[in-house]
């Protein structure tokens, strides 16, 4: 039994190739925006890094509070990462070199 069963056959014969064409346009969008990265920091560097732990106990208030703040004074989220009770997410404040 196929999860595509409700379709006509019409339908689900096209739905792997549109996966497909899906997961194509997903891996050209990272490498484009990889490419915006690395030409938009060519004269920049880090000069400030803050982390931030978003926690589903307290349903990530604090952590989203800290992150608003955070982007507000020009951070940016340079990566997020999960974890057993939430996410930690490692801001950085860019600026020019010296």
Not at 41 to 63: A, H, M, N, T
Request: proline share 3%; net charge negative.
């Amino acid at each position: 039994m196929s999860e595509y069963d409700d379709f006509p056959r019409s339908v689900e014969s096209k739905i792997p190739e549109l996966d497909q064409h899906v997961d194509n346009m997903e891996n050209r969008i990272r490498w484009v925006e990889s490419k915006v990265r690395e030409f938009k920091r060519y004269d920049d560097e880090i000069k400030e890094i803050k982390v931030i732990s978003l926690e589903f106990k307290d349903k990530c208030e604090r952590g989203v509070a800290a992150v608003n703040r955070l982007l507000e004074e020009k951070f940016e989220i340079n990566l997020k990462q999960p974890t057993e009770s939430g996410f930690v997410f490692i801001m950085a404040k860019w600026g020019v070199k010296d």
